[in-house]
């Protein structure tokens, strides 16, 4: 009996939003469930996906006449761009598929919508062999009490997608897009409108970074910090060799080590 794993066994409910919805209920869907992105609707077709950084990007923006958060609608905000899968093929199809994508749709042969696979559910049935080393990215920092806006910036202009934060010499947090979309929103709902550009200028890490922060030694086993980051659900960890920080195991530089 042949012990080969099929897109159909490890794919998931799909979880979407219809275009028409706000972002804030796109953005509560994604932290309730852990899950970036999801999958955008128009009727029952599948019209792209929405991230956190794509919300992220769109709240932080500065904004001539500020809209309520309630008002900004999916729509404005799909990527269109999304691959799909048969539930037939074999799991190491999806290999290629996520080193490029965070999310592959699963359709029928008539294109009706299926499931998912992410980065969790691939990795629960396939892990990279070797140490901690192979699996590592560079790790990225900024300080705790650097402004968001300047953080903001990084992400865009450095194309990194969360910073270790430091106070010191001391590894305080971490601060990723989910970090920086929740934070938005919470910001622009609290405050008001024409007082935004002012209060934002002036936000700090500090404000809207996640800690205590999560680490591991570069001696863990690769299996033992994906069954962390599953049990956890986060989506990357700092990796500590006597006690100096020398990269970071995301999901994603997991998928890349396949």
Do not use: C, W
């Amino acid at each position: 009996m042949s012990n080969q794993l099929f897109v159909r066994d490890i794919m998931v409910k799909p979880v979407t939003i219809a275009k028409s919805q706000a972002i804030t209920e796109a953005l509560d869907k994604m932290v309730a469930g852990g899950i970036d992105p999801l999958i955008a609707l128009s009727g029952h077709e599948v019209v792209g996906t929405v991230s956190r950084k794509s919300i992220a990007d769109k709240l932080g923006t500065r904004q001539k006449a500020p809209i309520a958060t309630a008002k900004i609608h999916v729509a404005g905000l799909v990527e269109a761009d999304f691959t799909p899968v048969s539930p037939d093929q074999e799991i190491t199809t999806l290999v290629p598929l996520l080193r490029k994508s965070k999310l592959v749709v699963v359709y029928d042969q008539n294109r009706r919508l299926l499931g998912q696979v992410g980065y969790g559910e691939l990795l629960r049935a396939l892990q990279p062999k070797g140490s901690v080393d192979k699996v590592m990215e560079p790790a990225h920092t900024i300080g705790v009490n650097a402004r968001v806006q300047h953080l903001q910036h990084r992400m865009v202009e450095d194309g990194v997608s969360r910073f270790v934060v430091t106070d010191g010499n001391k590894l305080v947090g971490i601060v990723t897009e989910t970090d920086v979309a929740v934070s938005m929103r919470r910001f622009r709902e609290k405050v008001e409108g024409r007082h935004q550009d002012f209060h934002l200028h002036n936000l700090l890490v500090r404000a809207v970074m996640t800690a205590p922060l999560h680490t591991v030694d570069r001696s863990a086993k690769v299996s033992e910090i994906v069954d962390l980051m599953l049990k956890k659900n986060i989506s990357s960890i700092p990796v500590i060799d006597k006690g100096r920080l020398i990269g970071m195991v995301t999901r994603q530089s997991l998928v890349n080590a396949l």
